[in-house]
Nanobody
Framework: QVQLVESGGGLVQAGGSLRLSCAAS????????MGWYRQAPGKQRELVAA???????NYADSVKGRFTISRDNANNTVYLQMNSLKPEDTAVYYC??????????WGQGTQFTVSS
């Protein structure tokens, strides 16, 4: 079964940048839409960025213009470049398929904190 491993979290100052990676242990080529989700303390998990296998992207309003999602199908990896970070971006970040029926078991996520 395919597993997802997110990495790249840490501590960053407001206004800084960070790049997250999501490595799948198997092929994600057949999964059309992959996304990055985040879950802040006390809040529900939300989808913040999505990318289709063809490269079309979509973003939540809260991150539009600051985050960029990309994917490398050959290496089964999805990335999230985050710029102009804000304290409200602090959360645990996960990647997974956008369509529930295509979901892979959730990984442990990667935590990062934006300090003001």
């Amino acid at each position: 079964q395919v597993q997802l491993v997110e990495s790249g979290g840490g501590l960053v100052q407001a206004g800084g940048s960070l790049r997250l990676s999501c490595a799948a242990s198997g092929s994600i080529f057949s999964i059309n839409a992959m996304g990055w989700y985040r879950q802040a303390p006390g809040k529900q998990r939300e989808l913040v960025a999505a990318i289709t296998s063809g490269g079309s992207t979509n973003y939540a309003d809260s991150v539009k213009g600051r985050f960029t999602i990309s994917r490398d199908n050959a290496n089964n990896t999805v990335y999230l470049q985050m710029n102009s970070l804000k304290p409200e971006d602090t959360a645990v970040y996960y990647c997974n398929a956008v369509v529930p029926v295509s979901r892979i078991p959730w990984g442990q996520g990667t935590q990062f904190t934006v300090s003001s």
